[in-house]
């Protein structure tokens, strides 16, 4: 078995992948402040043959959680953020700096799709542009759903947005303070990531395809206004991608890629952008 890692700072999400057929056996989270040990939402170690990690959390809980691991997995993977991996090209200035959650989708995103636009809806929301020809543009982050609940301190916090909300009800005015913060909170990020997109796209004279992942994917990709995709398993295409193990891997087969949406045309895509700066 293989076992994928994707450690951030609030969730660690895992999943166990079979080394010979390639198909995914099971998954789970657990909150990246546990010690990590084997149980009922832990993998167990013992059938694991090799282990790729992407972490943004504190150095010292990487290190940890490799030290553990190299004493039970024969082969440990880890994940960085180099100035060039499969054809695409960082455009941060100092690339170890970016994100390697952020590396590793941007790198997905392009192997799937060519130039894509990638967007993670986790603790912050990051967006990220690569180019077809692999120039990444580098991205913004915004706070995540709930950190922007958590900074009103209304006493909302623990009250999630039903994913299966429409997004026109999510965009009407609340009527009780718990609506109010819910719907007000949803407006800035689907917005922001409407109006980022379109400002880049125009800028750049490409219409890329949006592909969004995280815990809030779902619930944002109700308010996204251009074709895009849903694809929880961003982060860990990255990782099969930059760490091959199995026969479909090598032929560049991620698991659970989405079909690549169509992007609309540029050209309305300028249309529109033009319409909302004249509101």
Not at 158 to 175: F, H, K, Q, T, W
Not at 250 to 263: E, H, K, Q, Y
Request: overall charge negative.
């Amino acid at each position: 078995m293989i076992l994928d890692l994707d450690i951030g700072n609030t969730l660690s999400k895992w999943r166990l992948k079979d080394a010979d057929s390639s198909e995914i056996r099971s998954r789970g989270a657990v909150w990246t402040r546990e010690e990590w040990r084997p149980g009922a939402d832990i993998p167990d170690l013992d059938v694991v043959e090799a282990v790729r990690i992407s972490s943004v959390a504190r150095k010292a809980v990487l290190e940890e959680t490799v030290a553990l691991l190299h004493h039970r997995v024969g082969t440990v993977h880890v994940a960085r953020s180099t100035a060039e991996a499969l054809g695409v090209t960082n455009g941060y200035e100092e690339p170890g700096k970016l994100g390697v959650d952020r590396w590793m989708g941007a790198l997905a995103g392009y192997q799937l799709a060519g130039g894509c636009c990638a967007v993670d809806c986790g603790s912050a929301i990051t967006v990220d542009f690569v180019l077809p020809g692999g120039r990444h543009l580098g991205g913004y982050i915004l706070p995540g759903l709930r950190l922007m609940k958590e900074s009103l301190k209304l006493g909302t916090r623990n009250v999630a947005i039903d994913p299966d909300s429409e997004a026109e009800e999510l965009l009407e005015p609340g009527r009780r303070t718990v609506e109010a913060v819910n719907h007000g909170i949803y407006m800035a990020a689907v917005s922001a990531v409407n109006r980022i997109y379109s400002e880049v796209c125009d800028q750049q004279g490409v219409a890329l395809p949006m592909m969004l992942t995280g815990g809030d994917a779902r619930v944002v990709s109700r308010g996204i206004q251009v074709p895009h995709t849903v694809w929880p398993d961003m982060v860990y295409g990255g990782l099969e991608a930059c760490f091959p193990l199995t026969a479909a891997e090598r032929a560049g087969r991620m698991s659970g890629a989405p079909r690549v949406p169509a992007p609309v045309a540029l050209e309305k895509i300028r249309a529109a952008l033009a319409f909302s700066m004249l509101l």
